[in-house]
């Protein structure tokens, strides 16, 4: 087979995002355009893999990620066909066919780019132009026909007459050329246009011309192909990613009880028959086992949740694992570096960060438990503070097993608690508990009777002398 090489154009900045950052940093169901891109064209194994970067290029190399992605930089922004030039450092001695996509069309799929190859393989063809056709053809590209239906041109919307403005097939920006013919046109493009850019779009002609065999594919799902140029046009492609992410998940087994107020991230896994109530998000790495249960308006970002856990109604979980069977909430904030193990609770109004909480243990109401290492079977009782920051510096809480820690208590690390202690409620521990102990602050309950209506009178009368 011939080599394969890809050009991705990436250089630009989007003047219609009204963005200080590049467009294709912009992110669709969480991840940028341009990975998004990338993404779809790794599984053709091409043997060359050229981005071309321009505006904030670190940032956008950065997000490119992967090993054996070459980058090629565009010093001025003068059009498309002055890119795909900028690229021609890394096709030196390449013989082969180069697929040329934009960095702005993030819903391009492996399937339909394999598809086009192919067919403009079998053709041996010299040029092939993916197309579609739209109700409102709008500021693309428009696809100009012979009579035998030939493809002749490309005439952007800008310098198009309303006769061929009128036209409803468009480019999609989505190219396959010769290498060789490829690089030979581009010397020969000239910026005299409506934009004085150099166009790619004008090796159309040229290959027509020179009698080169050229076609034009017509593709069916025009969203797939769709630019995202504005900030319109992304939140419209993101209700069309969102609507096709909540699709899938339906379709692996899951039950969203009302799809359209939930948001799923695409690099979201979530398990066979776990339910999702309304108003959730779930973004970042996020796993969801199978047979969960989130009952509504959660927040979960980043976090590896086993089977059967409950996340009940409000609830913000980041950069944490919850394990099996877990339950958390009502209006539970899981910070961040927080390990839940199997059946662990944490209630309402109980914050957790940097903590592992061991297996059946619970803290149901109103704690804050940070930087501590909490065995398993222990309970937690309301309002139980770790004190875990001095002003200087964090410090670490270790709970052992089966402790029971009464309401109020207020831990200040760094502090051990062996296994099986018992705290009374209310008590400051400042030292380390030994295993099997009972622990307690000494302040004896004071009781003066009648005390209420003594303070009561002598108010009332301080009142009436003022
Ligand atoms: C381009 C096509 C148009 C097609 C549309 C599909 C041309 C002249 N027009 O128009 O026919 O319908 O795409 O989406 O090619 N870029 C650079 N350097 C530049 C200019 C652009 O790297 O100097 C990159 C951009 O970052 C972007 C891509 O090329 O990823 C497309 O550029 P854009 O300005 O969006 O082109 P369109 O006007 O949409
Ligand atoms: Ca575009």
């Not at 998940?249 to 309304?278: A, C, F, K, R």
Request: with cysteine; hydrophobic share 40%.
């Amino acid at each position: 087979m011939e080599p394969l090489g890809v050009i991705v154009l990436a250089a630009g900045l989007g003047k219609r995002m009204r963005s200080e950052q590049a467009k294709v940093l912009h992110l669709l169901a969480g991840k940028p355009l341009l990975s998004r891109v990338v993404s779809a064209i790794q599984p053709l194994q091409p043997d060359r893999l050229v981005v071309v970067v321009g505006h904030q290029a670190d940032e956008v190399q950065r997000i490119c990620g992967q090993p054996g992605i070459r980058f090629a930089t565009q010093r001025e922004r003068r059009g498309t066909g002055d890119a795909v030039r900028a690229a021609q450092g890394h096709f030196a001695g390449f013989h082969g066919d180069i697929l040329i996509t934009c960095g702005d069309t993030p819903l391009l799929t492996t399937e339909t780019l394999a598809r086009f190859l192919d067919g403009h393989r079998t053709r041996h063809a010299t040029l092939s132009v993916l197309t579609v056709e739209l109700e409102d053809a709008g500021q693309y590209g428009r696809v100009m026909r012979a009579r035998d239906r030939q493809i002749v041109k490309i005439v952007e919307a800008r310098d198009a007459s309303p006769e061929e403005r009128a036209v409803r097939e468009i480019n999609t920006g989505i190219y396959c050329v010769n290498a060789t013919f490829l690089f030979t046109a581009l010397e020969r493009l000239h910026p005299i246009n409506a934009q004085a850019e150099y166009y790619l779009t004008d090796i159309v002609a040229q290959a027509v011309t020179a009698g080169l065999s050229t076609q034009a594919v017509l593709t069916a799902d025009p969203h797939e192909v769709e630019g995202v140029n504005s900030r319109e046009e992304l939140a419209n492609m993101e209700t069309t990613r969102q609507a096709q992410l909540r699709r899938h998940w339906m379709s692996q087994g899951v039950t969203l009880e009302d799809p359209d107020t939930v948001y799923i991230g695409e690099e979201v896994i979530i398990g066979q028959d776990t339910v999702i109530g309304p108003n959730t998000q779930l973004k970042g790495k996020t796993t969801l086992g199978a047979r969960c249960r989130i009952d509504g308006s959660a927040y979960i970002e980043n976090c590896l949740i086993g089977d059967e856990a409950h996340i009940q109604f409000s609830c913000v979980l980041r950069n944490s694992e919850l394990g099996e069977a877990t339950v958390v909430g009502p209006f539970a904030h899981l910070r961040g570096e927080v390990v839940l193990a199997p059946h662990a609770e944490i209630g309402n109004f109980v914050e957790v960060k940097r903590s592992f909480i061991g297996e059946h243990t619970k803290a149901k109401h109103l704690s804050y438990i940070g930087d501590a290492e909490i065995g398993r079977n222990a309970n937690i009782g309301a309002g139980t503070i770790t004190c875990n920051y001095d002003g200087f510096k964090k410090m670490k809480t270790k709970i052992g097993d089966r402790v029971q820690v009464g309401s109020d208590t207020t831990l200040i690390a760094p502090i051990t608690i062996h296994d099986d202690v018992y705290i009374a409620t209310a008590t400051t521990v400042r030292q380390d508990v030994p295993a099997g102990a009972l622990v307690f602050n000494s302040r004896d309950q004071q009781v003066r009777e009648g005390w209420t209506a003594a303070k009561r009178a002598k108010e009332a009368a301080r009142k009436k002398g003022e």
